[in-house]
């Protein structure tokens, strides 16, 4: 038997059970009626939240990108840390283009978010992946063509690897999202590892840390925390205040580094030994000599 909810036309819910004692089997229905036009506008403003925070994430890029090719410091910027963000960029391109093709009078907002996405990885982020590569690997653009196709190709062959390794991962841990979704949200590390090992310094403007780490929040957080989100699922406050406070600790090492050295965590004799340029002169110098002409060395007269 079935019976249905309240009179009033919002919500309206239906539940009920089919038994067959012959077959033995039974089944239970429960099901929800929806306002499309409520589910629409949701739609419109999440498709609206997600192209506003791509055009930032672009003039961002652009920004880094200049900056790194001012100071010639491209090497400094780690690999693992830009291509993880081109990863979770393309991911969200598939997901809001098969999205809008599932819902097809969505198509349209969700072709347009899927377009940013897909011009923010496929574009920028992989300029700037050979960017640093180049920078990394500069004899292999000096040599011909053929050594820089190969070059190419192990880039794009090395990225292209890694986004169908990271589908399989989701595949198989699809019972952990709590987990997957921390380690996406762990992209800053491989920077700070990075900074602190080669000792570079300043190698992100403070403007792209932050901002792609406040716009990257914004889905997860729109999913979390939201209590009538587009996506129909419930709150998780703990999780949204665990990824927040995961990445705010990111994003202060990596300032910290910019402000104090980044290997400011690091204990003084675990680091090191560094040469010292300024090498004192003995009490008596007269009995050294001078390393660019080979004279001895004497008190200054007059």
């Known amino acids: 038997g079935g019976h249905q909810g309240d009179a009033e036309p919002d919500p309206v819910s239906l539940s009920g059970n089919v038994t067959s004692l012959n077959c033995g089997v039974m089944m239970s229905l429960n099901s929800t009626a929806m306002k499309f036009d409520v589910y629409y506008g949701k739609a419109m403003h999440y498709t609206l939240m997600v192209t506003a925070a791509s055009f930032v994430q672009v003039l961002l890029l652009v920004r880094q990108i200049e900056y790194t090719n001012a100071r010639n410091s491209a090497n400094k910027v780690s690999l693992l840390t830009i291509g993880q963000q081109a990863i979770i960029d393309s991911y969200l391109c598939l997901v809001h283009l098969t999205t809008g093709m599932v819902v097809e ?6 072709a347009t978010a899927a377009f940013f996405e897909f011009m ?9 992946l050979l960017i640093i590569w180049k920078a990394r690997r ?10 820089m196709r190969r070059e190419l190709s192990m880039l794009y062959s090395r990225f292209y690897g890694c986004l169908l390794g990271g589908i399989v991962i989701i595949y198989q841990m699809q019972k952990y999202p709590t987990i997957l979704l921390i380690l996406s949200y762990t992209f800053w590390v491989p920077q700070i590892y990075h900074s602190a090992r080669f000792d570079h310094r300043r190698p992100l403007l403070k403007r792209y840390i932050l901002g792609m780490s406040a716009t990257r929040l914004l889905i997860p957080l729109y999913a979390l925390a939201c209590p009538k989100n587009f996506f129909h699922s419930e709150p998780a406050y703990p999780l949204a205040m665990g990824l927040v406070g995961w990445m ?3 994003v202060l090492i990596l300032l910290i580094q910019h402000c104090k050295g980044p290997r400011f965590f690091v204990p003084s004799r675990f680091l090191p030994a560094k040469y010292d340029y300024y090498r004192r002169i003995p009490p008596d110098p007269t009995e050294q000599d001078c390393a660019i002409c080979m004279m001895p060395v004497g008190p200054a007269s007059g």
């Open 105 to 110: 009078a969505l198509f349209n907002a969700f």
């Open 120 to 128: 923010i990885f496929s574009i920028f982020e992989m300029r700037y």
């Open 138 to 147: 500069p004899q292999g653009f000096q040599e011909g063509w053929d050594t």
């Open 248 to 250: 705010s600790f990111q």
